[in-house]
């Protein structure tokens, strides 16, 4: 019984984070699945992201961190968080997309996993046209709700370009996002032609698989199985980018939950899953980014 009540908080979760459930109807109906306001709580806060110890400390001396800002078009200016491997220089980038809570901690600490790994990376706070990302996550969500998605990929499209062609061109850029950002990552790898070099996407829903054809960047896809709602659009989108003859790999890992790799929502995370992803994830960089097979 008290799987079938995870299963039931997560889907309800999902409604309430992703279709816009009203917060009020969402806290009733996790009440009933509860049995109880005070274990909806303790249900609530197993599911949803919370503080969490860092895996790379925000501190860590091999590491040199800063805030950046760009204009990736004319008045259109972004921030991010950049972190690098300490004294390196002319290393591919690796933007490093968020959720829909927008550019928190949880993503700092991706992006300095991925400098860990030798890459310059940069994670944008894409509500910084809107004034950046507030602390309140649930203000943050709805942000981005209102976000103009043609605007918003024109923005990173443009950022790719910009990164791509530093340095006299011979830079390669990456990117890889989880849940609105990687649907972000699906956008992006149809709108940057040949400036993106590679692409992963952590369960993010699809675009048209008419698109398909404009994707040039070889794609690595993560999806949960249970993750029905991703599901739905990241298959035909899969299917179609075959069909198209793109470089393309999908990995629809078993048993694991959408939001499944981020460490700060205890009942949805799966280590063993999240590290044979994050394993893959870098071997496909390294490979497209560095050229090592």
Known sequence: MRDERIRAAISLYDRFTHDGLDRRAFMAELTRIAGGAAAASLLLSSIACRAAAPQVAHDDDR??????????????????????PRGSVDLPV???????RGLNDHIRDVARRVAIAGYSAVA????????????????????????????TVADGAA???????????SRKVGIVGFCWGGALVNRLAVASGE??????????????????????????????????????TALPWIAALRGAGKEVRAINHHGVDHAFH????AAR?????????????????????????
């Open 124 to 151: 944008p706070d894409f509500l910084s046209p809107a004034g950046g990302t507030p602390a309140d996550e649930d203000r943050a969500r709805a942000m981005i709700g209102e976000l103009d998605m043609a605007e």
């Open 195 to 232: 400036a993106l070099a590679a692409g992963v996407s952590f369960y993010g829903p699809a675009p048209s698989p008419s698109e398909a054809g404009q994707v040039r960047a070889p794609l690595l896809i993560h999806l949960a199985e249970r993750d029905e709602r991703v599901n739905a």
């Open 159 to 169: 950022s790719i370009r910009w990164l791509a062609s530093a340095e006299g061109g």
């Open 262 to 265: 981020n460490d700060t929502s």
């Open 269 to 293: 995370y799966n280590a063993e899953a999240a590290r044979r992803a994050w394993a893959t994830t870098l071997e496909f960089f390294d490979r497209h980014l560095r050229g090592e097979s």
């Open 94 to 100: 690796v933007l490093v997309i968020h959720e829909n």
């Open 63 to 84: 590491l040199t961190l800063r805030t950046v800002e760009w204009e990736a078009r004319p008045g259109r200016r972004y921030r991010g968080y950049n972190a690098a």
